[in-house]
């Protein structure tokens, strides 16, 4: 099992920054892609980045392109997600998840192990 840990969440202002992390324990972390995603209220969970097992791949969805910057750290089995410019529509429960098989996914199925999730709340 790949377990998996979020952090970094919480309350702020539209056009703040925030710094998601995930620490992951239980398998060699540099054999998993990566990927993050997030869930509004009432709304299906969404793809938001994803990032290949060496990070020369990285993706995004069009809604944080620009803004939302995915990257990894192998050497401490860490993911991050830089998120710049918030805006109220950003905010949702921001999960990250682990990807056994080769390439990125950019679809929940795609994905093989979750995190508990972390709250981001973006005020007007």
């Known amino acids: 099992q790949l377990q998996l840990v979020e952090s970094g969440g919480g309350l702020v202002q539209a056009g703040d920054s925030l710094r998601l992390s995930c620490a992951a324990s239980?398998?060699?972390?540099?054999?998993?892609?990566m990927g993050w995603f997030r869930q509004a209220a009432g709304k299906e969970r969404e793809f938001a980045a994803a990032?290949?097992?060496?990070?020369?791949?990285?993706k995004y969805a069009d809604s944080v392109k620009g803004r939302f910057t995915i990257s990894r750290d192998n050497a401490k089995n860490t993911v991050y997600l830089q998120m710049n410019s918030l805006k109220p529509e950003d905010t949702a429960v921001y999960y990250c998840?682990?990807?056994?098989?080769?390439?990125?996914?950019?679809?929940?199925?795609?994905?093989?192990?979750w995190g508990q999730g972390t709250q981001v709340t973006v005020s007007s």
């Open positions: 239980g398998r060699i972390f540099e054999d998993y892609a």
């Open positions: 998840a682990g990807r056994g098989s080769p390439g990125t996914a950019l679809n929940v199925r795609g994905y093989d192990y």
């Open positions: 990032i290949s097992r060496t990070g020369a791949l990285i």
